[in-house]
């Protein structure tokens, strides 16, 4: 009896020495990857180059803002609503660990008058992360393969968010929902959703592998509607070390969603990062209930937001000192109570 329970000792000892080696290496191997494509990424800074990756500074979240040559009036118009300018950006990033820039990639002729015109602006706001990427709507799920995959190795954040740039988004809300779920491994928080697989060329949100979803008419796996979502950590790790293999479907919400089935990742499914323009969110909020993000389903982003946003910012805003004043190392969800505020009327 007694050399059956030592071999049966020994070999759970084998078991748990096993598992410890295998995480030690998928962590080796993480980090092998947030170095090498620092290193060979030409677009990000020297400075950058020569930060030692294991000694950064962890943050809260990253936030993405998905951008496009076209959009500087949006840009503008979020400047002026929800994300915080000049010294404001660096003290959040300092004081609350929350890092936000606007994402971008390169123009197919590099160098050109668009790339030009981004450059001016990033000196004037310095706001932007830059993607070794060609822009272009076809390469959305390329695009944000590369976000997560160039985030994770600038910053080691908990959560890793992307956001449209015609969506209105509440700071201190999407701070105190994301610590809900920081002790969890590998989630993936956003409105989830099922829509139909379209097989009709030449409509919105065609999916050209349609047959790979089975019937005609069949829908898709649950995954988080595009104009924002966060993963955490893991997941973002997850997808620099895989990013050459992981499969891109037409739509980048589908993609995402698709990068991660077969995984052990818990869905979260939170209607406050859907919330539709006033009167919706000027109601939720007037309720206690302060949305994470606001926008028109019909338009998939706010309708008209260069015009619109400064009304959806006064109308169900937070108070302006709840991002500043919120605790996101204590925060649970049971002390939302009297920390979020209707923003204050001019």
Known sequence: MKTIA???FQGLNILLMDKAISDLEI???AARAERETVMKDTIISEDLKNVELTSRRKY?????INTAFSSRKRRDSVRATWMPQGEKLKQLEEEKGIIIRFVIGHSSTSGGILDKAIEAEERMHGD???LQHVEGYLELSAKTKTYFSTAVSLWDAEF?????????????TLGMTLTEHRKKPRVYIGCMKSGPVLARKGVKYHEPE?????????????HATGQLYAISKDLATYILINQDVLHKYANEDVSLGSWFIGLDVEH???RRLCCGTPPDCEWKAQ??????ASFDWKCSGICRSVERIMEVHEQCGEDKNALWTTNFVQTTRSSNSGKIHMREQA
């Open 6 to 8: 030592l071999e049966a």
């Open 27 to 29: 962590k080796l191997m």
């Open 60 to 64: 809260l979240m990253v936030i993405g």
């Open 128 to 130: 932007f992360l830059r």
């Open 160 to 172: 890793f968010v992307k956001v449209d740039d015609d969506v209105h988004v509440n700071l201190a």
């Open 210 to 222: 349609y047959w790979k979803f089975g019937e005609v008419g069949n829908k898709y796996f649950r």
């Open 268 to 270: 979260v499914d939170d």
């Open 287 to 292: 309720a206690g209930n302060i949305c994470v």
